[in-house]
């Protein structure tokens, strides 16, 4: 089977949004009073979203009724500055280039709302190169039901068979293997200490850009 296209998880796999969760963190903090919060805990538990940075950070547990107002505040401070610091991950923007040189399409599929995932991607400038992107709002279940990816096969008219799915969560890899698509997990994403990914049952792992662009590149070439 030919490749015809790649798809990416956001945060944690082609972006390093942890600057941005760090900072607003630090602001929540500082509204209550509270020291800033260690940097390395807060990119553990991204790919938990708001409510475990959140319950993290201030000390909760799941079912304290502190938790949900600050989660809303939390999700408010972000929406005003999700794009400050976020980046791309150093050598994804040659990977990208590499994969359009190539005449394949890519795009993304996250679980990130669609109103953090839109401005950020208008302010790395990608809105052009990318062919789709797949956000909650898009489907009624989220990764790791295969709904998301199925569709982002269905907007590219390209089979599950012919896409490679790369990402930094279980979730992600659950996720593309249910759907019918080629998997990747990457080593360098927001990961939790306790994790492995070699156990998630994806088709390769790599541990660096570098190495997610000589696999590609191998794939790709049938070598």
């Known amino acids: 089977m030919k490749f015809e296209a790649i798809l990416f998880d956001m945060d944690g796999t082609i972006l390093d949004s942890a600057p941005d969760f760090v900072a607003v963190t630090d602001q929540l903090l500082k509204k209550y009073r509270l020291p800033p919060c260690n940097p390395d805990n807060i990119k553990q538990v991204i790919s938990g979203g708001a409510k475990v940075m ?17 989660r809303l ?29 190539a005449h394949l399409k890519w795009g993304i599929v996250t679980n990130k709302p669609l109103r953090f995932a839109v401005p950020i991607i208008n302010h790395l400038s990608l809105e052009k190169c990318c062919s789709v992107l797949i956000c909650p709002e898009h489907v009624t279940h989220c990764k790791p039901s ?13 089979l599950p068979e012919a896409i490679i799915y790369v990402g930094d969560d279980l979730r992600d890899i659950e996720s593309g293997n249910a759907a019918g698509c080629k998997t990747v997990a990457v080593g360098y994403g927001y990961i939790h200490s306790s994790d492995n990914p070699h156990n998630w049952g ?18 790709l070439c049938g070598c």
């Open 54 to 70: 959140v319950q993290n950070a201030f000390g909760l547990t799941g079912d304290d009724p502190q938790l949900e107002p600050l």
């Open 73 to 101: 505040e939390f999700l408010a401070l972000y929406q005003q500055q999700c794009a400050t610091y976020s980046k791309l991950y150093k050598g994804i923007d040659a990977l990208l280039i590499d994969i359009e040189k």
């Open 146 to 158: 295969p709904e998301p990816l199925l569709l982002a096969c269905k907007k590219l008219a390209i």
């Open 202 to 219: 994806a088709g390769a792992v790599v541990e660096s850009v570098e190495a997610l662009r000589q696999l590609l590149d191998n794939v």
